[in-house]
């Protein structure tokens, strides 16, 4: 109940194309859904989060699309650009019982110039 | 503002060594977190605090150990190091528990040989 799947492992885009990452949860008492991104070598960091109150959050080329009743989630990256090569992690957390944070397993991307 | 900083960057030991993992954070959160990143499987919770004097262990404890003396540092303890510690290790801190942000360090990657 207290997983958060992640697909696909990878991921292969040509700059300017669509990347989408998805992931579904379990617990419906999770309500925040965050998205880290990490560069090798570095921790990961916050890119983008939503809340089950809304069905989409658009941040620049970063887009989460969010569905409640399905119980998943996904992140659309629009004009890939090779600097976004990186490997993202999904999230479920939640405001009440002191839920920790459940991370997926991970997204490699690599977008080709 | 130098966020999370963990120290060192890299270690090697040896079967049946001792070591500690330092991290400190300077932006006045209660909440940190110690996790471990391992291929394909994300970010697993080791152990966690809420607080100067408060800990309390996440998914996967076993083989480690935590203090928490002041609000910016929370060092993880390895006591007889084994190989399926081999992995890298992140500390992370956040203003409240459960949906807000995470701010990572840089990781220290370890290996046991």
């Known amino acids: 109940q207290q997983q958060v799947k992640q697909s696909p492992q990878s991921l292969i885009v040509q700059k300017g194309g669509i990347s989408i990452i998805n992931c579904a949860y379990e617990n419906t008492a999770f309500d925040y859904f965050p998205w880290y991104q990490q560069f090798p070598g570095k921790g990961p960091a916050l890119l983008i989060a939503i809340r089950p109150d809304v069905s989409e959050k658009k941040e620049g080329r970063f887009t989460i699309s969010f569905n409640k009743s399905a119980k998943q989630f996904s992140l659309h990256i629009m004009d890939s650009q090779p600097g976004d090569s990186a490997t993202y992690f999904c999230?479920?957390?939640?405001?009440?019982?002191?839920?920790?944070?459940?991370f997926g397993a991970g997204t490699r991307l690599f977008v080709k110039a | 503002n130098a966020g999370v900083t963990q120290t060192p960057k890299f270690r090697i030991l040896k079967i049946g060594q001792s070591m500690t993992l330092q991290c400190t954070q300077d932006?006045?959160?209660?909440?940190m977190y110690w996790y471990r990143q391992d291929p394909g499987m994300g970010l697993k919770l080791i152990y966690y605090?809420?607080?100067?004097?408060?800990?309390d262990k996440g998914e996967v404890p076993n083989g480690y150990n935590v203090s928490r003396s002041t609000t910016e540092d929370f060092p993880l303890r390895l006591e007889l190091a084994a190989p399926s510690q081999t992995s890298v290790y992140f500390c992370a801190s956040s203003y409240r528990q459960g949906a807000d942000e995470q701010f990572f360090g840089p990781g220290t990657r370890l290996t046991v040989l």
């Open positions: 605090s809420v607080g100067a004097g408060i800990t």
């Open positions: 932006m006045n959160h209660n909440y």
């Open positions: 999230a479920a957390s939640g405001d009440t019982g002191g839920f920790k944070t459940i």
